[in-house]
């Protein structure tokens, strides 16, 4: 099986769920939500899509036209066929999907409680089982492998990078959490991917409070990394290519709806753009109004964009 991308992360279902009941006045005034055990409360709207960073990032290549497969563990349940119908459905590889009775599919419960806020119940336990032994696609060959999220296992991104080493494909990691790597494993991480991309306020925590992203990108290159992404899906975006910097803006204003995989959006979209060999300032375009769009809808895959005409972001160019 060839492929042009293959994305590895997680792969599940966000369900929305809001009431008049579920927005009490004292939640404002005290930022929490009480609710009596045995107790029944009445929800107005639901929304449930498919969800999860892997097939987010896996749709958006996709859209772009580009022929993807997600590798991402499931359950063996209903929900688990529903994903692979959508990713049938969205043109992308589904035969990749690792289904097992281990685990339910991993879900995502967001009590919305306000316009851009919600108090979110996380159910993982699919994707924080995978192990390498059920990675097996000996067949399959790829030119770009997408890994949407730090795997939970360092041994499983050790298999990747001998994967993609082998099989002469570029690695790029778009990293959200570092899932308590240890400190020797994480700077391995950074040395070995052709490509890093993580949002500004885990790169502040990353170095101990640095806010200065150009100082963030100086510290990122200098523990290995060539080529470097640094976003805020609501503010400003930093890439580092070619020894120069390109900063832009947000691609418009917008009052957020919900911002459930805008980062996935943001990250895959910059870099399908990267792999259809357009220009940076382009790439930027493309992943700002893509977060921008997810940003608007309950549920990541009803936002985003398939191979839209933009006007090209204003992007500031400079060197380190």
């Known amino acids: 099986?060839?492929?042009?991308?293959?994305?590895?992360?997680?792969?599940?279902?966000?369900?929305?769920?809001?009431?008049?009941?579920?927005?009490?006045?004292?939640?404002?005034?005290?930022?929490?939500?009480?609710?009596?055990?045995?107790?029944?409360?009445?929800?107005?709207?639901?929304?449930?899509?498919?969800?999860?960073?892997?097939?987010?990032?896996?749709?958006?290549?996709?859209?772009?036209?580009?022929?993807?497969?997600?590798?991402?563990?499931?359950?063996?349940?209903?929900?688990?066929?529903?994903?692979?119908?959508?990713?049938?459905?969205?043109?992308?590889?589904?035969?990749?999907?690792?289904?097992?009775?281990?685990?339910?599919?991993?879900?995502?419960?967001?009590?919305?409680?306000?316009?851009?806020?919600?108090?979110?119940?996380?159910?993982?336990?699919?994707?924080?089982?995978?192990?390498?032994?059920?990675?097996?696609?000996?067949?399959?060959?790829?030119?770009?492998?997408?890994?949407?999220?730090?795997?939970?296992?360092?041994?499983?991104?050790?298999?990747?990078?001998?994967?993609?080493?082998?099989?002469?494909?570029q690695l790029v990691l778009n990293i959200q959490d570092a899932k308590q790597y240890k400190r020797h494993h994480f700077n391995f991480v950074l040395a070995s991917v052709d490509r890093i991309m993580m949002p500004i306020s885990f790169a502040i925590k990353l170095f101990d409070g640095v806010t200065d992203p150009q100082e963030i990108l100086r510290q990122l290159n200098a523990l290995g990394a060539k080529s470097i992404l640094l976003y805020d899906i609501n503010n400003e975006a930093y890439a580092y290519e070619d020894s120069t910097v390109y900063s832009c803006g947000r691609y418009k204003n917008i009052n957020p709806l919900d911002s459930t995989g805008a980062e996935d959006a943001f990250a895959a979209s910059y870099m399908a753009s990267v792999f259809q060999q357009k220009t940076i300032p382009e790439c930027l375009t493309i992943a700002s109004a893509n977060a921008c769009s997810v940003m608007g809808a309950f549920g990541a895959r009803a936002g985003i964009l398939k191979k839209p005409a933009l006007r090209t972001i204003k992007v500031k160019i400079g060197v380190l």
């Open 1 to 169: 099986m060839n492929l042009d991308v293959v994305c590895a992360g997680s792969a599940g279902f966000d369900i929305f769920i809001s009431g008049r009941e579920l927005k009490p006045s004292q939640f404002i005034r005290d930022n929490e939500l009480v609710m009596r055990n045995d107790s029944i409360y009445n929800v107005d709207h639901t929304v449930y899509e498919v969800g999860g960073s892997g097939i987010n990032s896996a749709i958006t290549f996709a859209r772009q036209g580009i022929k993807t497969g997600c590798i991402a563990k499931t359950g063996k349940d209903n929900l688990a066929n529903q994903i692979k119908i959508t990713a049938k459905h969205e043109e992308v590889e589904h035969e990749l999907l690792i289904n097992s009775p281990e685990h339910h599919t991993d879900m995502n419960i967001h009590i919305v409680t306000e316009r851009s806020h919600a108090i979110s119940l996380v159910y993982k336990n699919s994707i924080k089982s995978l192990r390498v032994k059920e990675i097996k696609f000996p067949d399959l060959s790829t030119r770009l492998l997408y890994l949407s999220e730090l795997p939970s296992d360092f041994k499983i991104f050790k298999f990747f990078e001998n994967w993609a080493r082998r099989g002469g494909a």
